[in-house]
């Protein structure tokens, strides 16, 4: 069975990145899945030629965090990285973060990007070059993304 979602080479995992408890820190649990996202957007062209060309780049504009197991140094983890749905302005996206030596998912982050104009700050369309290949993707992600049992998920305490 193929994975349809896209999958990245393995992101490195600095020393820097441990925290008192010898694990990896929750901040660069989110600084790895940030460049998994950065290098799935740039596979539609969204990337640091897109910004410096058209002034056009991409902002969180929110995120779900969940922190399921520990990443700790010396862990092999790639991101797998699915895109659900989009507007002209916003994709909406999950990210998992898989350590490679047992396929432990370790973080989970569903969230929304926007595209935004970096001359007026404020949120703009994606340039109309990329906007068919984000729409494949998501379509070519559709599978993937209906397997995906924790979207949507509210912050709370189960009582």
């Known amino acids: 069975m193929t994975d349809a979602a896209f999958i990245t080479d393995p ?6 990145y441990l925290d008192h408890n010898g694990h990896v820190n929750m901040a660069y649990h989110l600084v790895l899945v940030d460049q998994a996202l950065d290098l799935a957007f740039a596979a539609f062209g969204v990337d640091a030629a897109y910004v410096q060309d058209l002034g056009l780049s991409t902002f969180a504009g929110e995120m779900h965090v969940r922190y399921l197991n520990e990443i700790n ?9 699915v895109f ?3 507007d002209a302005k916003r994709v909406r996206w999950a990210v998992e973060l898989r350590r490679e030596s047992d396929e432990a998912v370790t973080t989970t982050v ?3 990007t926007l595209s935004v ?3 007026t700050r404020r949120v703009a369309p994606f340039a109309h070059a990329v906007r068919p290949a984000i729409a ?3 379509e070519s992600h559709r599978s993937e993304a209906a397997k995906l049992d924790w979207l949507g998920r509210r912050v709370g305490m189960q009582r």
């Open 84 to 86: 659900i749905e989009a």
């Open 136 to 138: 494949a993707m998501i």
């Open 117 to 119: 104009s970096l001359a």
């Open 73 to 81: 140094f010396g862990d092999v983890m790639r991101g797998r990285v």
């Open 110 to 112: 569903e969230g929304v």
């Open 11 to 16: 992101l490195p995992i600095e020393r820097s």
